[in-house]
């Protein structure tokens, strides 16, 4: 016999999986029912449409679709499917949209889908149900309009915060990852040109010395994931003969040196899922994890970022608030960005003898790996937690709160010495002083992933987007051009000889002596490995005799 119920208002998606996972863990589903004021047949109920609610975020939009209590689904779920796809694209590259836009799109996708047979005609009616069903409001009214995403922004911080709450997150298990592009080699006098470009990013797109770069953070700022490159060539020759396992980057490509679904997919369980166990391990803190994700199209759906135990999954920000609520948007990047620039002055000041052309040609990738790794591992804790604080500071303690003073160095743009030493070094290059300046975040615009055409959109919704073949290995196409040969690694005895000496010379200058003992250390470990490959020379002579 059912348990008598009291009457109860009606419940949504989330709130119906939330109570589902309760049985899962181990609830008796009778006392289930007593607390939630429900049958017994109505909690059966959503155990057999416990697939169909899962489903929602694909269907719907992340942050909207498992807080429906009624969903009524398209009669063409590709057509919907794609053509969503389509608006969230364009809207995240600020084109704007209108309703006969959007129709006329309707359209071309239905013939793309359904060719000769299709008969679709997309009216006004079926153009409400769609925003309806995809929580758009005015936007495809009267294009971008801001207002609406400032409103989303705001609301933001008390949804995370009540989300945050019910997972009982910590601090330490709040992530925060984002893409940024990175033009390696980019000097002050190429800035202007590029900012007026009509066609700039089509400009950064042919740039060899551009890179994609993912960094992730946690509120705390107690971990920062080790950041991935993203780079065109398949096998760059600077890496030849390098433990890629020593660089300080992860590293892949692509065609363009975008990021994709398949890498970001690749990079969440492959590195931030075992990363964060290892962290959380360090700390004494439960292994579970809730990583805030923009709305990038090359970001996959959220049901293909869960660990393998379900404790680290993804939330995704609202579209178009990302400038004003993400964190790593809130500085972060952009003092890297400052980081990298006077790091890459100091290498060109400190080849007192070489022109700048010179110093930008020797710069490849390896090179640039180890700058990127000063200019990451320069940003604070601090730093960090206050980005946070500044996007999201509603969402957790106020206890945690800072002051709100952005007068460290970290905080303001390029400090004036760094300007003056960036002018110096580059004098032979025709710049101002404002063109330095703009030179910091000259490469903001780059783009960072793939436009999806419509035909690619329609292979997805229609499970044809199988993997394109490898292309074949070809002896220029997977090397970078501008690293030059590959330069064999010394011999071990070399390695031993030069060591000695540069340990002689160490200890003739004013340093630290924690910097000889380093040095000693590294010299203690190339005699250990010239020791080792003597004895394997004995052995091997003495089986010849």
Request: charged share 30%.
């Amino acid at each position: 016999m059912d348990t008598p119920v009291r009457k109860r208002k009606s419940f949504s998606a989330q709130e119906k999986l939330y109570d589902l996972d309760q049985l899962k863990k181990g609830k008796q589903q009778t006392q289930l029912a007593r607390d939630l004021g429900i049958s017994e047949s109505t909690l059966r109920g959503w155990k057999k449409e416990e697939e169909t609610l899962c489903s929602l975020p694909c269907i719907l939009e992340e942050e909207t679709g498992l807080q429906r209590k009624k969903v009524k689904f398209a009669n063409d779920e590709s057509l919907d499917s794609a053509l969503y796809q389509w608006f969230v694209q364009a809207r995240s590259e600020g084109v704007p949209i209108s309703g006969p836009i959007l129709k006329a799109q309707a359209e071309k996708f239905d013939c793309l889908i359904n060719g000769n047979e299709s008969k679709f005609k997309a009216s006004n009616g079926w153009l409400d149900r769609f925003k309806k069903r995809h929580t758009i409001s005015q936007v495809l009214v009267s294009g971008e309009i801001r207002s609406a995403d400032k409103e989303a922004a705001d609301s933001y911080p008390t949804e995370l915060k009540k989300l945050l709450e019910e997972g009982c997150y910590m601090a330490d298990q709040v992530y925060n990852c984002d893409e940024t592009g990175l033009c390696f080699k980019m000097l002050p006098d190429r800035t202007l040109a590029t900012r007026t470009d009509s066609h700039r990013q089509e400009g950064f797109k042919q740039r060899k010395d551009r890179v994609t770069l993912l960094f992730c953070v946690n509120k705390s700022g107690s971990h920062k994931v080790r950041p991935l490159m993203i780079g065109k060539a398949r096998s760059p020759r600077c890496f030849h003969h390098v433990n890629m396992k020593a660089l300080p980057f992860e590293y892949t490509n692509s065609k363009n040196a975008w990021m994709n679904s398949s890498i970001f997919e690749d990079w969440f369980h492959k590195t931030f899922v075992p990363a964060v166990w290892a962290h959380l391990r360090k700390l004494n803190q439960e292994e579970k994890a809730l990583l805030l994700l923009d709305n990038c199209p090359a970001h996959p759906l959220a049901e293909n970022l869960v660990s393998r135990d379900s404790k680290i999954k993804v939330s995704y920000l609202p579209k178009n608030t990302t400038s004003e609520i993400q964190p790593l948007d809130q500085g972060i990047i952009s003092v890297f960005k400052q980081n990298y620039r006077r790091e890459m002055i100091k290498r060109m000041v400190a080849e007192n003898n070489s022109s700048v052309d010179t110093s930008l040609a020797s710069l490849n990738l390896k090179e640039v790996c180890h700058l990127v790794r000063k200019a990451w591992d320069a940003i604070s804790a601090r730093c960090i937690e206050r980005c946070w604080i500044k996007g999201l500071g509603p969402a957790f303690p106020s206890s945690t709160h800072d002051d709100g003073n952005d007068d460290e160095p970290e905080f303001t743009r390029f400090i004036e010495d760094n300007v003056h030493l960036a002018e110096e070094a580059l004098r032979e290059y025709e710049h101002s002083h404002h063109d330095t300046l703009n030179w910091f975040s000259a490469d903001d615009i780059c783009p960072i992933y793939e436009h999806i055409s419509d035909d690619e959109i329609v292979a997805n919704v229609s499970g044809k987007n199988e993997a394109a073949p490898p292309e074949p290995e070809t002896s220029g196409a997977n090397d970078d051009d501008d690293d030059g040969t590959s330069t064999p690694p010394p011999k071990v005895s070399e390695a031993v000889k030069h060591l000695e000496a540069s340990l002689r010379w160490l200890e003739t200058q004013d340093v630290d002596s924690v910097k000889i003992l380093q040095l000693r250390s590294i010299l203690d470990f190339a005699r250990s490995q010239q020791s080792a490959a003597n004895k394997q020379i004995t052995l091997d002579s003495f089986f010849k005799k």
